[in-house]
Structures are given as structure tokens and as C-alpha cells.
């Protein structure tokens, strides 16, 4: 087990920075995932730790050793990708043992091991048959096997349940975090998907053509996303951005668009005033952070009008048009709207954002 630390660490492929001087902390027996879409730089970086990729500059250090010129073998770790790369003519068994075969273990050790790790993702049923014999995910579970019976330092996966359908998915998620709770070993999860990221790691480390844009928890990195990037990427249905004026009126800061004028909170106010003063701002909110009605409320509002409804599983989506943007609202599939017709929203002001417009960070 162990504690593994990114220290300005850049790769470079000829002058392309892939990984630009990326700092993370992993502590011990953690789930830490990277997050990003394709060609952010998560398989870079996780070559860089499993030594198969060499480090431009900076170091990586597993409990504060840098293992920069260690070779690959010594650093200890087991790395799962999205190809299983299963040996074809060998079966569940003998795929499962090759890593320790290779180490000189004893055959009787050995048996136990991969038994063991049979048992725990519940293959031990499989071990005589050859991969051309399994479902997608009964392979992904004997390259997974394959990673622990090695009883290794950390765990590198990168994206190994990606092309698996949606069910099974699903299913491998609350596998593969339950298995690492039990093992207690580190690991590093690479994935495009937020939802995995979200519902397994205990750090996210959310990147961007090769930058580290936020590390947090999945609360954090959801409730407060350090910029609108961040606040986009995660979150299905995605966050809704609309560009506002500020206006005080009567010791109020308003936000204000051709479709609405709504004071922000007290301790948004304090926040929107201190330091410098944006030029221009964005909201940004999320589709279940507003209610929607068909009779316009008391308060402030938002009036658009609605474009289109969906249903999504237990609730609906009703995408609705204001002058300049088109938002999403989560609701219940008990609302009767219709499309063309005039609606009205009342936003949970504690849970609206503010970005820069020019830089994308968040004001709050
Ligand atoms: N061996 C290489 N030589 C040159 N450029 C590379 C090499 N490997 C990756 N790259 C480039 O580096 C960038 C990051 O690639 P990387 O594979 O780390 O992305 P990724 O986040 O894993 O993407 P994906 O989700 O598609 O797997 C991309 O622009 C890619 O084209
Ligand atoms: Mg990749």
C-alpha cells in the first residue's frame, strides 16, 4: 500500500505537453479517479506512474520515495486497461496465475491466491474455461483478478469497464469500489465518465488538455466547481450557463437578463463585491436547482417559454427557451406544460453559480 504524490509532473511528446505540471496528493489506501474527456491526458498519466511512459519533468513519489528511474517491475503496481489483453490459448486459471508464475511463486501459493481472488469476484465457477468463453464482463473481472492476485502496492485502471453496456457497468462500479474497500490497496481510476467518478472515488481529479482543473470530493467538486469548465463537465443533465447583468437596486445586486431580474443571496452579494469585480458574469445552475409552473409565482422568477419535454426514467426534462439560451429544468412527470407555452421558474438561489464570463472561474 501507499501513498502516491504527483509533483509538478509534466509529460511532453516532442513539444506536445500532454500532462502539464500536474500536483496531486493520494493518501494511502485511497480512491483517487481522473476525470476528463479523450486526449485530456489521463492514460499519460497513468503510464508515467506504472513506468511505462517516461517523466518529462517533476517527480511522482510513492510514500514520499520518487520512483522517477525505478523500472517497472520494482514499483509494484498491477494496471488494468480497457483491453484486457487476456492470453488467448490459456484459461481463467492459468491467466489469473501468470503474474505470479513469472515471480517463481510456489504452485500451492499460487492455487491459493487465485483462488481466493476467484472467489472474491465470484468466478471461481469460470477457472477452467478460456476467454473466448466469457461475457465482456466475466473478462473484465479475470483482468481484474489478474491485478490482485499480485497483492500489489497500487492499482492502476484506466478506464476498464468502458465498453461493457450500461447494466454491467453499473453493476462493475459497485464491484470494483467495494473490492478496493476490502483490499484497502491505493488506487488510481481513469475515466471519461463522470458518473463513475463520482459514485466511486473518494478524490476526483478533474482534468482539461492536460491541466489538473480541480481536486475534491465528489461533493466538492459538484457543489463547488472552481470554474465553469469543471461545472459543465460534471453533472448530467449538464449545468445551465446564462450570461447576466448586475444591476443594484435598492441595496440589492440583481442579476438580470432580458427574461429575469433576481436578487442574489446576502452572502452572495458580500462574495460578488469583494475583490476585483468581474467585467461580465455567467450563471450557472443546474436543471434540479429550479422549479418550474405553469402559473407564475409570487417571487422572482424566470419566464420562458417551453421548447420541448422529455421523460428521463422517474422524471422529466423540460427544456425551456429564454431570449438568448435555451435551459433544462428537472421536474416531476406529473407536469402538464406543453410546448410554445409560457412557464415560469423559481430558482434555489443558494445553489446558483457565478463565473467570469471572460475567465470561467467561479466567483463563487
Ligand atoms: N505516444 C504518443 N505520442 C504522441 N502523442 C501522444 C502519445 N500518446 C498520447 N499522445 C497525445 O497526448 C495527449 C493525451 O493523450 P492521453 O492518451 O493521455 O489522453 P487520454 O486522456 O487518456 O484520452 P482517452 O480518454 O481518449 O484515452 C493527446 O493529445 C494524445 O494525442
Ligand atoms: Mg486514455
Not at 485530456?40 to 511512459?53: F, I, Y
Not at 465470484?122 to 474455461?129: D, G, K, M, N, T
Not at 473518494?202 to 466547481?225: C, F, S, W
Not at 461580465?280 to 417559454?305: F, Q, Y
Amino acid at each position: 500500500m501507499a501513498k502516491v504524490s504527483f509533483r509538478n509532473v509534466w509529460k511532453k511528446y516532442g513539444d506536445l505537453p500532454a500532462v502539464k505540471d500536474l500536483n496531486i496528493e493520494c493518501p494511502d489506501g485511497s480512491f483517487l479517479s481522473i476525470l476528463g474527456p479523450s486526449g485530456c491526458g489521463k492514460s499519460s498519466t497513468m503510464r508515467m506512474v506504472a513506468g511505462l511512459e517516461h517523466i518529462t519533468a517533476g517527480q511522482i513519489l510513492f510514500d514520499e520515495r520518487p520512483i522517477n528511474n525505478l523500472a517497472p517491475k520494482d514499483r509494484d503496481v498491477a494496471m488494468v486497461f480497457e483491453n484486457y489483453a487476456l492470453y488467448p490459448h490459456k484459461s481463467v486459471f492459468e491467466n489469473m496465475a501468470n503474474p505470479l508464475k513469472l515471480r517463481g511463486q510456489d504452485p500451492d501459493r499460487i492455487k491459493e491466491r487465485v483462488t481466493a481472488a476467484a472467489n472474491l469476484l465470484e468466478i471461481s465457477e469460470l477457472l477452467q474455461r478460456r476467454p473466448q468463453e466469457l461475457s465482456g464482463g466475466q473478462k473484465q473481472r479475470v483482468a481484474i483478478g489478474r491485478a490482485i492476485v499480485r497483492e500489489p502496492n497500487l492499482f492502476l485502471f484506466d478506464e476498464p469497464i468502458a465498453h461493457l453496456d450500461a447494466k454491467l457497468r453499473a453493476h462493475m462500479r459497485g464491484e470494483i469500489k467495494h473490492l478496493q474497500r476490502t483490499l484497502g490497496t491505493t488506487m488510481i481510476y481513469v475515466t471519461h465518465d463522470q458518473l463513475e467518478a463520482m459514485s466511486m472515488a473518494d478524490q476526483i481529479a478533474v482534468m482539461h488538455e492536460g491541466e489538473l482543473q480541480q481536486l475534491g470530493t465528489p461533493r466538492e467538486v459538484y457543489n463547488k466547481p472552481v470554474n465553469a469548465w469543471v461545472a459543465g463537465f460534471v453533472g448530467e443533465p449538464a449545468m445551465n450557463f446564462v450570461d447576466v447583468g448586475l444591476q443594484h437596486k435598492a441595496d440589492k445586486i440583481h442579476f438580470t437578463h432580458p427574461n429575469f431580474s433576481i436578487a442574489v443571496t446576502e452572502e452572495q452579494q458580500r462574495l460578488l463585491t469583494a475583490g476585483t469585480w468581474p467585467n461580465a458574469l455567467r450563471m450557472g445552475i443546474r436543471p434540479d436547482a429550479m422549479s418550474i409552473s405553469m402559473t407564475r409565482p409570487k417571487g422572482d422568477h424566470i419566464t420562458g417559454k417551453i421548447f420541448v419535454t422529455e421523460l428521463l426514467g422517474g422524471d422529466m426534462i423540460v427544456d425551456v427557451d429564454l431570449e438568448d439560451s435555451r435551459i433544462r429544468v428537472k421536474t416531476s412527470t406529473e407536469f402538464e406544460g406543453l410546448e410554445g407555452e409560457t412557464c415560469y421558474m423559481t430558482v434555489n438561489r443558494d445553489k446558483w453559480h457565478a463565473f467570469s464570463k471572460d475567465t470561467g472561474s467561479a466567483v463563487y
